[in-house]
């Protein structure tokens, strides 16, 4: 499948954009008539301050400055603070770059890994990604097409699954779409607390894969890592994520929180919004933390 879903070359042999290529000015310009409702909700799960067994590492913040409460008020006064965060894994709500998954020494579009210095991704960072993300996004809600509030961790989603919910959905994903695959992970770990997501996790199949490219989706996401886990292919650790990312061209958001979105999605009727996100200028970076947004 790395070589029969590839889109090495499809762009260009200079290409570092991937899949979001298909989002065209026309692409932009559908995905904006969708805001008919002047609903905004937030695909980004508040960030985790406290450790957890799938919160390694916690975001950690710093006040730098504060009012001092022994003296007299001045005129002007301020606060500020610092942020930390390890974004990757399994924790917070992040888009991967391109550079980010590694096959055989190649990143997408058969770049190297040597491209890749202690200063960062050379090629295919998420700094390609600073003009923003506007398009046609849609959550498939997989716990309500089977009827129940979550998957349990390792239930793994299958390609009549993503068929059966377009059909209940009345919809079908057309090319420069983003997809988001609701497993119901944040409701679960509401409802029975924290797990090792990292070793256990509902998510898609690999077999899924010839999907996704028949779609030209340019974007992929889901509430945890997106893959099934354990991934059911033996010997490959995240197939979905190597195939999408390096074979394929589409960048992956991790760790979003779908609850508010699939529930507003259900209330309207409708599985289908407009999508922004903005990531990080980071010019090497391979990813970075992200508040996507779906407007009804």
């Keep these: 499948m790395m070589e029969e879903l590839s889109n090495w070359g499809r762009w260009g042999d200079d290409d570092q954009l991937g899949a979001a ?21 937030s695909l980004a799960h508040p960030l985790i301050i406290e450790e957890a067994v799938d919160v390694p590492l916690p975001f950690e913040r710093a006040i730098l400055a504060l009012p001092d409460p022994d003296e007299e008020p001045a ?12 974004y ?11 550079c980010h998954i590694l096959y055989k020494g190649k990143m997408y579009n058969g770049y190297s890994q040597d491209t890749v210095t202690e200063e960062g991704c050379t090629r295919s960072s998420i700094f390609n990604l600073r003009g923003g993300i506007v398009t046609r996004g849609i959550v498939f809600d997989i ?10 961790p390792g239930t793994p989603i299958y390609t009549e699954d993503l068929d059966a919910f377009e059909e209940m959905a009345g919809l079908r994903v057309r090319p420069g779409d983003a997809i988001f695959i609701r497993t119901g992970r ?28 028949s779609r030209d989706i340019s974007f992929i996401g889901s509430d945890a890592a997106l893959d ?11 197939p979905v994520h190597t195939l999408t990312i390096v074979a394929m061209g589409i960048d992956i958001f991790d760790n979003q929180d779908l609850e508010a979105v699939a529930e507003t999605a259900a209330e309207l009727g409708r599985w289908e919004f407009l999508l922004v996100a903005g990531p990080l200028a980071v010019e090497t970076g391979t990813g970075s933390p992200l508040n996507a947004l779906a407007i009804f």
């Design 21 to 41: 290529n298909l989002i065209t000015r026309e692409k932009r310009l559908e995905a904006l008539a969708l805001a008919t409702e002047g609903i905004s909700v």
């Design 75 to 86: 005129f002007r006064g301020g606060v500020s603070d610092r942020y930390e965060i390890s």
């Design 88 to 98: 990757h894994g399994y924790s917070h709500s992040h888009i991967d770059a391109l």
């Design 143 to 152: 716990p309500r097409l089977k009827g129940v509030p979550y998957l349990e």
């Design 186 to 213: 944040w409701a679960r770990r509401a409802e029975l607390g924290p797990w090792s997501v990292s070793q256990n996790a509902a998510g898609l199949h690999a077999s899924t894969m010839p999907w996704v490219r």
């Design 228 to 238: 099934v886990v354990p991934s059911q292919v033996e010997g490959v650790d995240l």
